[in-house]
């Protein structure tokens, strides 16, 4: 038999190891070794058992035959990763630069194994004509336990472990003696771990209105006539979008495939689950962070043996193993959660792009304020570009009113609740309407400082300042460092020291002096730690047992509550001006989400908008809800400042424990770069720079920025950067992360 050899990435990640090595495929393991099959190896001079993924497989050995060693086994309860998703991690190492074990790593399913879970149950192997018998020969034993359990098995023949143990009282010692009197048998069998919850079917199918069914009945003949398409949905918020992906999804399983639903926050899980399940039943599943390894693994394997139809997930969703996948929908298609901030910094619009093309499936993005990249691109024609223009309830858009805070302060309200918005919660309080508070910053101040010599408090692992909240605590939102808030400056010692700025929980804090009989929840990150903590809190305010939520960007994406009619939006100004060239397009994209909260029901809504600037183009266009006129202007600005999607931009990222070797590193670097690429004049470098955090967990950072016009003259940058020397001859190591068209700045 001809001898066959494997090529097997090793799981370490680490820049050495980044490589294949070849090892001989025992016979036994011929018909069981393929492409993406996780293996166990021999690896290194101690021969130390490791796991490694297959990426290719050949018949000419590398080197001596003698010298290769063999794969000693399938990896125990390992899903295989198919050819398609190896071929897609190879994309993603050259299109987005890292290692290819991170590339692998990030689109396996599962990182580890874990054991299944088991459940008993307790089985008559007796025959039933018996029964009575055995019930007389244990009255007169006075066997108690055995004729309670030999009668409940009279009526059914299966009862679970737990039933028997616990309501039944049995003992482990009566169920090893009744088995062994060959009366009852105990059967093991593997279950998985429940993740969803079992929500009522959708009793009446909504009726589509014409411009919801115009979009079906095109993608419909699309898939009949074998056409693929990647669609832009565009759609004003309440506009039906929802519906639509149902429908579309439905065409795909008619034919025998599978779909994959991306959602950017976790605080959409409870929802759209429950919209969907409503129409897929238990064929619908959800992948997030919030499930236990256990949890991930079931539902990835349920999804690889195709017990499941539909997955529900943010980004990692993606990587699902389907093997009929047919249908990729991205919800919210502009949110920036999509991009990774980890190697490989992928985005999953742009991934999602590449997988329905390996797989022959079609992908549909959806947005009620698209992304700038993906409009222009429908404009172009590379992507098919569908249009709703009215709300799927006919009802109207909520009226907006933009309040000019510079105003407030010269009429003398110190509040962050503005005259007009304090008048609009009593009224809605006062007929029992629900109102959604949205601010873009958790936490109860911003920063806290001293007034008498300045000093503001800072981590001492990171270049930022710490954020103050309500348990007089102050916090690192980046490395966690935590101190009590002192009563006296550090510095000067002066009790004039206190927090400045605004956060949800302030907000929450004023709103209920203002209100005191108004029932509140809060939602942000600090009150969704725990497991389901989403849920409850959506589900208490969609059951009425709040009047008002306060909270960050998870309130104001895509959630459907009928009863909100007054949404106020505290400080349009946070996104406006950070240090971003998205910061326009992102202020947009957060006050048009959040204005289209209002007014989905039968009662006319109301938009509040606080802004220090209210002639910013951004902010006049979010409160009309008017996408076009934001693009235009928009897309004007890319194109003079040459930043995507005029533009392409990498950024490379240069960290190191050394400050003093890294600005070494960093400026040999650039001009490595310029020498080497002088004769592009397309070609555009800044930097390096120090970035706006120069320090993070005692990591010094700083940036290079390159601009091309065409991407994959950046690719080949990157290709260049990747075989540089960047530490030298010294012991101190620098490393390169690669950032193409960053979602956030540095």
Known sequence: MLKKYADIIIDISHEDVDRTFQYSIPDRLLDLITIGSMVQIPFGRGNHIRTGYVIGISDIPCFAPDKIKEILDMAEDGIT???????????????????????????????????????KDVILKADKIRIPELAEAYKKKNAKAKLRLISELADTEKLPMDIVTAKLNI?????????????????????????????GGNEDEIVLNQEQQCIVDDFQKDITEGIRHTYLLHGITGSGKTEIYVRAIKTVIEQGKQAIVLIPEIALTYQTVKYFTGYFGDRVT???????????????????????????????????????????IIDEEHE??????????????????????????????GSATPSVESYRKA???????????????????????????????????????????AQDISERLDRHEQIMLFINKRGFNSFVSCRSCGEVLRC????????????????CHYCGYTISEPDACPSCSSKLIG??????????????????????????????TKKHSHETILAAFGNGDADILIGTQMIVKGHDFPKVTLVGIVLADLTLFANDYRAGERTFDLLTQAAGRAGRGELPGKVVIQTYQPDNYAIVSAAKQDYKSFYACEQSYRSLMKYPPEYHMMVLLLVSQSEELLDETADRLMQEIQCRFSADHALRLVGPSVPEISKIKDIFRRVLYIKHSRYHKLVEIKDYIELYDVSGKTDDMVHIQFDFNPINMY
Request: proline residues 3%; contains cysteine; glycine residues 6%.
């Open 336 to 365: 920036s959660s999509y991009k990774s901030d980890y190697p490989p910094k992928y985005h999953a619009r742009e991934v999602a792009v590449k997988r329905a093309e390996l797989e022959g499936a079609s992908l549909i993005l």
């Open 379 to 421: 404009l172009s024609g590379e992507y098919k570009l569908w249009q709703l223009h009215k709300r799927a309830r006919n009802n109207p858009l909520a009226e907006c009113s933009i309040v000019d805070m510079r105003q407030e302060l010269r009429l003398g309200n110190r509040s962050v609740i503005s005259y007009e918005l």
């Open 460 to 475: 001492p692992h990171c270049d930022v300042s710490l954020t103050k909240h309500n348990n007089k605590m102050l916090i």
């Open 171 to 199: 003992s482990s010692q009566t169920l090893k003696a009744m088995e062994s009197e060959g009366v009852i048998s105990i059967e093991t069998r593997s279950v998985y771990r429940a993740v969803t919850r079992k929500y």
């Open 499 to 528: 927090g400045y700025g605004t956060g949800t929980q302030k907000v929450e804090e004023e709103i209920n002096k203002l209100f005191p009989g108004a029932r509140t929840l809060r939602m942000d990150k600090d009150t969704t």
């Open 286 to 328: 959800i992948l997030n962070s919030k499930l236990s390894s256990g949890e991930k693994y079931d539902q990835m394997l349920r999804a690889k043996n195709g017990e499941v139809d539909v997955v529900i997930g943010p980004r990692s969703a993606l990587f699902t193993p389907f093997s009929r996948l047919g249908l990729i």
């Open 81 to 119: 990763v198919s050819g398609r998703l190896i071929a897609l991690a190879a994309w993603m190492k050259e299109h987005y630069g890292s290692t290819m074990i991170n590339a692998l790593k990030t689109v396996m399913p599962v990182k580890k194994t874990v054991k299944a879970v088991a459940r």
